[in-house]
């Protein structure tokens, strides 16, 4: 795909961005769960079931306040960064005017979606009377993309940048969507992820053509050091360190004895998932890589094939 045919969304996104389109959301006092079980499995485990059951809905509360700070980290530090360079001209690589329009409305979605997010924070706060605990300063993409930046030759800082968050705005889709579709969880809850769905559908495609765009023209020299550079990025962005100190901390703000917090830490500390073409958000990235086209270049195939469907590419 060449730059000049690129096709703006702008009508689109004047006619069903969730900033132009939904009313304010407000979180009811009802008796469905504020955040869904299959997201906080340590609520799940054996020990809290048996030992702590009544502190449930404390922990998925302090679970939501984590997602609500990661997406705000996300979308603040990360995508609207990269973003609003693209929009400026700012961005190493250029882009035509239509794409860097499309780069202003997703800055404008993203800071929208950071401000509805802290809206149900405060909103959480006032109905449960529960403080956050100690909350990250970081998600794993603030570490893993200095970490992908710092291999890549000065030339190709930019390129690598634009990868990583096209890669990261292709899989976050996965992870609100799990969320819209529990009907256990209070309806403003899934009201507030299915609005931020129907926004990254759209960013999804718009970083995926960028990518398309750039990959398009870029020398072959170029995408073979582009291509090495991708499973560091994979396996940092995949690891779940951060959310492992976080369960931590919340077991640690538990009112139970030690060794129940020592029993629920072992139990969390075996549930994390493998890095490999097992994991849960694999797929997606994948999908990224051949929708961005990334994924018909050998050496983009080669360096994945851990990630990659078992029998290669299809
Ligand atoms: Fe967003
Ligand atoms: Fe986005």
Same mark, same amino acid.
Request: contains cysteine; negative net charge; glycine residues 2%.
């Given at each position: ?5 690129? #096709? ?12 132009? !389109? &939904?009313? &304010? @959301? ?15 499995p340590l609520v799940l485990s054996e020990t809290f079931t048996r030992e702590c059951p009544?502190l449930? *809905?404390?922990?998925?509360? +302090? ?10 980290? %996300? ?5 609207? @960064? !990269? ?29 929208? $979606? ?28 603030? &570490?893993?993309?200095?970490?992908? #930046? ?36 209070? /309806? ?10 129907? *926004? ?15 990959? $398009? ?6 995408? +073979?050091?582009?291509? /090495?550079?991708?499973?560091? %990025? ?17 077991i640690?703000?538990l009112?139970i004895e030690?060794t129940i917090k020592q029993a629920l830490k072992d139990e969390t +500390?075996a549930m ?5 073409? $097992? ?11 051949? !929708? ?8 983009? /195939? $080669? ?10 590419? /299809?």
């Amino acid at each position: 795909m060449k730059a000049e045919d690129y #096709l703006s969304f702008v009508d689109a996104w004047e006619g069903r961005a969730t900033i132009r !389109t &939904r009313p &304010r @959301r407000i979180v009811e006092n009802d008796e469905k769960l504020i955040y869904p079980l299959s997201r906080q499995p340590l609520v799940l485990s054996e020990t809290f079931t048996r030992e702590c059951p009544q502190l449930r *809905d404390f922990a998925l509360v +302090q679970s939501l306040y984590k997602f609500i700070n990661d997406v705000v980290i %996300f979308e603040t530090e990360i995508v609207d @960064r !990269t973003a609003r360079s693209i929009a400026k001209d700012n961005f190493a690589i250029r882009f035509p005017f239509a794409c860097r329009y499309d780069a202003m409305t997703v800055v404008v979605d993203e800071d929208y $979606h950071a401000l509805v997010a802290m809206d149900f924070m405060q909103q959480t706060i006032a109905l449960t009377g529960i403080q956050p605990i100690q909350l990250p300063l970081e998600i794993e993409l603030s &570490r893993a993309i200095p970490a992908a #930046l710092g291999l890549a030759p000065d030339h190709l800082r930019s390129a690598v940048e634009l990868i990583c968050v096209a890669i990261a705005e292709n899989t976050v889709t996965n992870d609100v969507a799990a969320f819209a579709k529990d009907d256990t969880v209070k /309806q403003s809850i899934k009201g507030l992820m299915a609005d931020h769905l129907l *926004d990254e559908g759209r960013h999804s495609g718009f970083w995926a053509r960028l990518v398309r765009i750039y990959w $398009h023209a870029a020398p072959e020299q170029d995408k +073979q050091s582009i291509a /090495q550079i991708m499973p560091v %990025f994979i396996a940092q962005y995949l690891t779940n360190d951060i959310q492992k100190s976080f369960d931590f901390v919340l077991i640690d703000s538990l009112p139970i004895e030690e060794t129940i917090k020592q029993a629920l830490k072992d139990e969390t +500390q075996a549930m994390s998932f493998p890095i490999n073409r $097992h994991h849960p958000l694999v797929g997606n990235i994948v999908r990224f890589f051949r !929708t961005s086209s990334m994924l018909e270049s050998a050496c983009v /195939q $080669h360096a994945l094939a851990d990630y990659l469907p078992a029998g290669g590419v /299809q």
